[in-house]
């Protein structure tokens, strides 16, 4: 992964405008992580990056890192200037500078998250700090972040501590799934696929440390193995996704003590399926009226309708979603689009999304590459 076969790896398209960042401001990026390794059966080859046409909405590949290990979450810093992506299954984290105008991405540096399979990240409010969550081995990294972008040795690891769930696999130890701050940036909430709680913490503005909340965590079902969360935009309420019994939970949020208070727990799939299933990624509209979770096995999108009195959930529909494996999904900034990335069939399907009613309709794209993960937009 060296700077100098990362930017030979490189391709790159510039548009003949005298002006590339007037031109980018009425176009939009996205970047496609995709797993690599052949531990993984993975057929992907790094970060994509495309430019998508701001009148027709079609994706045009501009960049292709290689040399890239298994990048498979990203995340961009708070003025958008740079990105960052972990290593699943090994232990770095690496950064990039975002060019302004191309939005095409060249190496910073990289750094130890000083544990194993580190899964998800994400920024602080002052891009002074970003937090890892280490999966294979239970903790929580905070790396320090230059004004250049580059990251800087680990400032604090954090374990996580607690009784395993009954999955003798895949809650064997701890395994906080993602790291996501709430809508107040006050807390960052981290759910434990393996010990079935949801973590809340602080996060010392000045050093870097992950203060413990109180209460703590909230313990979910027996088994549920929650993965992923999300806020509702305006509400006071938050979604879960949680991955081993295939159901989404809802919570009241307490964003002034950093409380979840449950309310309510559904299937992500069908009565009538009987298949095996495991739930992965959790979206919400802007408006805050749809929510939906992708589904691998049932290979779906399951819809909800959001109550926006008492944040209950209705289910709406499934849609397929046109592969197999849609491990990440995602909708581009205005909501008006949602792109779900099938992982076993190299494929990522768009979808229309209904602003009234959340029913999605696919559009006729397809971008096809190996093993995507991860799609992030700026």
Not at 36 to 62: L, P
Not at 96 to 117: H, P
């Amino acid at each position: 992964m060296a700077a100098g076969s990362l930017a030979a790896a490189a391709t790159a398209g510039r548009v003949s405008q005298p002006d590339e960042a007037q031109a980018a401001a009425r176009r939009g990026y996205a970047y496609v992580g995709c797993r690599t390794t052949k531990e993984r059966n993975a057929r992907g080859e790094g970060i994509g990056v495309y430019e998508i046409d701001a009148s027709s909405g079609e994706w045009r590949q501009v960049q292709l890192l290689r040399d890239l290990v298994n990048p498979s979450f990203l995340a961009i810093d708070r003025r958008k200037q740079f990105l960052y992506t972990v290593h699943g299954d090994f232990s770095e984290v690496s950064a990039f500078k975002i060019d302004a105008g191309t939005g095409q991405l060249s190496f910073i540096n990289r750094q130890s998250t000083q544990g194993k399979n580190p899964v998800h990240l994400t920024m602080d409010n002052t891009n002074r700090f970003l937090t890892v969550a280490n999966y294979a081995t239970g903790t929580l990294a905070v790396l320090p972040v230059g004004a250049d972008g580059a990251l800087g040795p680990l400032a604090s690891l954090t374990g996580l501590t607690g009784s395993t769930g009954p999955h003798k696999v895949e809650q064997s130890a701890s395994h906080p799934h993602q790291v996501l701050f709430d809508p107040g940036r006050r807390f960052i909430v981290v759910p434990d696929k393996g010990l079935d709680h949801i973590f809340i913490y602080r996060l010392n503005p000045d050093t870097g440390t992950l203060l413990p909340n109180n209460p703590p965590s909230i313990k979910t079902r027996e088994g549920a193995g929650p993965r992923h969360i999300v806020f509702h935009p305006t509400k006071p309420f938050a979604y879960v996704v949680n991955e081993l019994d295939s159901t989404v939970a809802t919570y009241r949020w307490d964003g002034e003590r950093g409380a979840l208070e449950p309310l309510q727990i559904l299937p992500s799939t069908p009565s009538s399926y009987v298949g095996n299933n495991r739930a992965a990624a959790i979206q919400i509209a802007p408006s805050g009226r749809t929510l939906w979770a992708s589904n691998r096995g049932h290979d779906s999108i399951a819809i909800y309708a959001v109550d926006q009195g008492t944040g209950l959930l209705s289910p709406a529909g499934w849609e397929p979603t046109g592969g197999r494996g849609p491990r990440f999904m995602t909708l581009e900034p205005s909501g008006a689009r949602l792109y779900a990335a099938n992982e076993l069939t190299d494929n990522i399907v768009e979808f229309r999304v209904d602003e009234s009613s959340g029913q999605l309709t696919k559009t006729g794209q397809i971008i096809n590459t190996g093993s995507p993960v991860c799609i992030l937009f700026s």
